[in-house]
């Protein structure tokens, strides 16, 4: 349950290594989170994010979890769950694949959309339905810029997002009056691990701006975060740009 003053006390970080996840995770634990459940793949990068939280302050549990093995799901974060009230859930695995040799390669392609969106729905279903069960807790779910509009370049992944944010946006009005809240998260360009090596676009940020965002979301109660927030005036035009207009662009 959330302290006197409203700070979530546990986290379940799903994709337990994300930089986004762990900046909000860094964020959390000084803020007073002292339970943190990381669930992901066994990695170094997962034991490094754990004993980093631990020597924040955080009693952390690491559970392997991969969002491929979906019949897996309700197993391991119910033990989570069971272990005690979960105040925040962080979904923020995903993968941004490679759109030019996946496109020629279908099975590929397909991995991008079970990881990002068949993934997130059983994880995400399996954790709102505990979170309604508590009667209180805050789902945040990582979608991005790139399922507000498809592009050329990048549709397989951008389609997973836009996958992922209907079924997060038709969640959270799903759960209205449970006490649970869903967040959707939409960060542009992220400075980082999944996009090192890439031409950097407009308005890029880093996961620190969309931790900051995450946090002030989460005090506000918002359903929707754009990172950075002006992205929201650029993508409801860009929404609505013809197609042949929007082919023009070369974006
Ligand atoms: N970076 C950007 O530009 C950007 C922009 C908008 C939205 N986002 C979204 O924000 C989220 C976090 O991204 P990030 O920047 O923090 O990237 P990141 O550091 O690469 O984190 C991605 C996470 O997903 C995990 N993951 C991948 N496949 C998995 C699987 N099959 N099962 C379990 N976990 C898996 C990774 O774990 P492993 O270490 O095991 O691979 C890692 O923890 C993602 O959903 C991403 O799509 C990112």
């Not at 890029?204 to 931790?211: F, I, M, R, S």
């Given at each position: 349950m959330k302290n006197a003053l409203g700070q979530p006390q546990s986290l379940l970080l799903l994709g337990g290594s994300s930089e986004i996840g762990l900046a909000t995770a860094r964020r959390l634990v000084r803020a007073r989170t002292r339970r943190v459940h990381l669930a992901g793949?066994?990695?170094?990068?997962?034991?490094?994010?754990?004993?980093?939280?631990?020597?924040?302050g955080a009693q952390v549990s690491?559970?392997?979890?991969?969002?491929?093995?979906?019949?897996?799901?309700?197993t391991v974060l119910g033990k989570v769950f069971a272990d005690g009230d979960i105040d925040?859930?962080?979904?923020?695995?995903?993968?941004?694949?490679?759109?030019r040799r996946d496109e020629q390669d279908p099975i590929a392609a397909a991995a991008v959309a079970r990881v990002n969106y068949v993934g997130a729905v059983t994880s995400?279903?399996?954790?709102?339905?505990?979170?309604?069960?508590?009667?209180?807790?805050s789902l945040v779910v990582l979608s991005s810029v790139a399922g507000e509009r498809a592009r050329s370049a990048n549709f397989i992944y951008g389609s997973s997002k836009a996958g992922l944010d209907a079924f997060a946006q038709g969640l959270g009005d799903s759960l209205q009056g449970?006490?649970?809240?869903?967040?959707?998260?939409?960060?542009?360009?992220v400075r980082g691990r999944m996009t090192e090596g890439l031409t950097e676009a407009p308005m890029?940020?880093?996961?620190?701006?969309?931790?900051d965002a995450i946090m002030a979301g989460l005090r506000r109660g918002s359903?929707?975060?754009?990172?950075?927030?002006?992205?929201?005036?650029?993508?409801?035009?860009?929404?609505?740009?013809?197609?042949?207009?929007?082919?023009?662009?070369?974006?």
């Open positions: 793949r066994p990695s170094p990068a997962l034991s490094a994010a754990a004993e980093e939280l631990t020597a924040l690491v559970h392997d979890f991969d969002a491929e093995a979906v019949e897996t799901h309700e925040v859930v962080l979904l923020a695995f995903g993968v941004l694949g490679d759109q995400g279903l399996v954790c709102a339905q505990a979170l309604r069960r508590q009667g209180h807790g449970s006490g649970v809240q869903v967040m959707v998260v939409r960060p542009g360009f890029a940020t880093t996961p620190d701006a969309v931790a359903e929707t975060v754009w990172v950075p927030g002006a992205l929201r005036v650029v993508m409801s035009g860009l929404r609505h740009l013809p197609r042949p207009v929007f082919r023009r662009l070369g974006v």
